[in-house]
């Protein structure tokens, strides 16, 4: 009998984490379980919907699912349509790539109140996932503010402000295109606690922001240092280099008739957020840094906004019977228990690419192939075979590969002339369309 091994969560890491597997066991059979019908995670609802060449990047991944060792379970919920335990009896291995789909909290006042929004329920909105598509954000007023200074606070400034014809092409969520182009939105305030050194943006995403059709970008030169300490090296040092010179750029370009503005604020963090029964405003207090820390400096300001988006990072959401350590699955180099092991963003928190998931799965699977060596090899797994029966007996519609790729050709054909495909928001919509 072969190797049976299961993946739950079928975006970029467990991807990885199946390619590794392969090359290691030829023969074993692998099982990618996702809760979501469609498979690929944030590929498909976090990547900005006008970057649409790195969605592309799923086609890789589409392969990987193809191989005949290797079968997609959508629409399986792991922890509400089969358990943690009854996947570690049946699999000689199991790994967990579930991603992190918990907004971090910034702890403040006010953070409950209408029109207060993580990243990930706001980027998963105009994304089309499932479990956002209610959200209804309100984009009712000229203001908008968004917490956090990385590619992903930076992802929600560029949506807010293109123009539809800048949207042409990508796969932005219908509906939430409409309510975003309908906000009267004058200007969308982006607030850090740190500077322009230790903001998360890569130069490239940054670079995208001095080009919009109906938005300037509005930087202080005031907040911006004169050169990259010494305490930055390498690769790390050349970003921040070209960062500063995009972020002086456009400094100098702060004069400007476009009627829409984004406000790069540094050193600003959120006290409160303002408001009687909906967001009105946020308060914040200026700060400086030291040792790469922010620190107070008692001057406190206020922003008047509708909503407040924040994008301080994520934090995973495990099935009942997984350890937490903070925002990730407790686990040691990815190695849970037993034979459960952890990778992605789940294993290391919300930061790194999807290239960055490679190195970190193959490890995993380093690190498992060396267990499973020092065990032998003789498995009495039951593997699939259990899990069908399992699925049946609950009479759970799984999503296959093929499935899913009907559901894909048929977001193709919902599509406007300029748009890839118009995906669907909820699962019943795709299950629907194989029924
Ligand atoms: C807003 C945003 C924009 C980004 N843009 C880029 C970009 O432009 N370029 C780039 O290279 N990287 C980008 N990234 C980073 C990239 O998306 C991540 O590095 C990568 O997706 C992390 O992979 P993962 O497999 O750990 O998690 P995910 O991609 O989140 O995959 C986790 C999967 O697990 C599934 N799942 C969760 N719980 C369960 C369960 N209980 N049972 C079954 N399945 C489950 C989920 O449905 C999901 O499919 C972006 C990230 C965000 C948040």
Request: glycine share 8%.
């Amino acid at each position: 009998m072969s190797l049976s091994f299961a993946i739950v969560g079928s975006g970029p890491s467990g991807m990885y984490a199946a390619d590794a597997l392969l090359k290691k066991f030829p023969d074993c059979k692998i099982d990618v379980f996702d809760k979501i019908p469609m498979p690929f995670g944030l590929i498909r609802y976090g990547v900005a919907p006008d970057h649409f060449k790195t969605k592309n990047t799923a086609r890789q991944f589409l392969r990987t699912l193809e191989f005949s060792q290797v079968r997609y379970l959508g629409n399986i919920e792991v922890g509400r349509d089969i358990s943690v335990s009854e996947l570690e009896e049946n699999y000689d291995a199991v790994i967990f790539a579930i991603g992190a789909y918990n907004d971090r909290k910034l702890g403040i006042p006010g953070e409950n109140l209408p029109g207060v929004y993580g990243a990930c329920a706001f980027v998963g909105w105009y994304n089309a996932h499932p479990d956002f598509r209610d959200i209804n954000p309100m984009l009712d007023g000229s203001n908008t503010a968004v917490v956090g200074i990385g590619n992903v606070a930076l992802d929600i400034c560029r949506v807010l402000t293109k123009t539809r014809s800048e949207m042409k092409g990508s796969d932005i969520a219908s509906p939430a295109l409409d309510i975003i182009q309908n906000m009267p939105i004058e200007a969308v305030h982006m607030f850090g606690r740190r500077g322009p050194l230790e903001a998360g943006f890569t130069p490239k995403e940054l670079g995208e922001v001095r080009d919009l059709e109906r938005c300037s970008a509005i930087v202080s030169a005031d907040q911006l240092p004169l050169n990259v300490e010494e305490k930055f090296e390498g690769r790390e040092k050349g970003i921040k280099e070209k960062n500063l010179s995009i972020l002086r750029e456009l400094a100098n370009q702060n004069i400007t008739k476009k009627p829409v503005k984004m406000h790069f604020q540094f050193y600003a963090s959120p006290i409160e957020i303002l408001g009687a029964n909906r967001v009105e405003g946020i308060r914040l207090e200026r700060t400086k840094v030291s040792n790469g820390k922010a620190i107070s400096t008692g001057e406190i300001f206020d922003v008047p906004c509708c909503s407040v988006i924040t994008a301080i990072g994520y934090q995973t959401k495990p099935p009942e019977g997984l350890p937490l350590d903070g925002v990730t699955i407790s686990n040691t180099r990815g190695w849970v228990r037993d034979n459960l092991y952890v990778v992605g963003w789940a294993k290391r928190g919300s930061s790194g690419t999807i290239p960055t998931n490679g190195p970190d799965s193959r490890n995993v699977i380093d690190l498992l192939t060396d267990n499973l060596n020092k065990k032998g090899f003789n498995t009495l797994k039951p593997g699939g075979d259990a899990t069908d029966k399992l699925l049946s007996i609950r009479n759970v519609r799984v999503v296959s590969v093929a499935d899913a790729e009907r559901i894909k050709d048929a977001e193709i054909i919902n599509a406007a002339k300029d748009r890839p495909w118009e995906k669907f928001t909820s699962i019943k919509e795709m299950l629907a369309v194989l029924d």
